[in-house]
């Protein structure tokens, strides 16, 4: 059983910055990838950022130039900086973890509202 605990969403003005975490219940080096998804209301669920193991992250074009996708081994924790935060940046973020059998494990999810 894998735990996977958000936090950092909040209410934020546009062109603020907000920094998430996503705490692990095991091992960083169990995954071969961390990534974080977004859900806006009535969309589907989207790929923010992902970190493999080894390699470079990777970034929707939406995003890219303003998030940060980082992971801390000795925390086992993957961030989300997010910089230059516009409305339609709103929605629930998402951690997931992905393990060396493609077994996908997901968090709560935590909220994330740009707006004046």
């Known amino acids: 059983q894998v735990d996977l605990v958000e936090s950092g969403g909040d209410l934020v003005q546009p062109g603020g910055s907000l920094r998430l975490s996503c705490a692990a219940s095991q091992t960083m080096f169990s995954f071969v990838s961390m990534a974080w998804y977004r859900q806006a209301p009535g969309k589907q669920r989207e790929l923010v950022a992902v970190?493999?193991?080894?390699?470079?992250?990777i970034y929707a074009d939406s995003v890219k130039g303003r998030f940060i996708i980082s992971r801390d081994y000795a925390k086992n924790t993957v961030n989300l900086q997010m910089n230059s935060l516009k409305p339609e940046d709103t929605a629930v973020y998402y951690c997931?973890?992905?393990?060396?059998?493609?077994?996908?494990?997901w968090g709560q999810g935590t909220q994330v509202t740009v707006s004046s």
């Open positions: 997931n973890a992905k393990d060396r059998s493609s077994q996908d494990y």
């Open positions: 970190k493999p193991m080894s390699g470079s992250s």
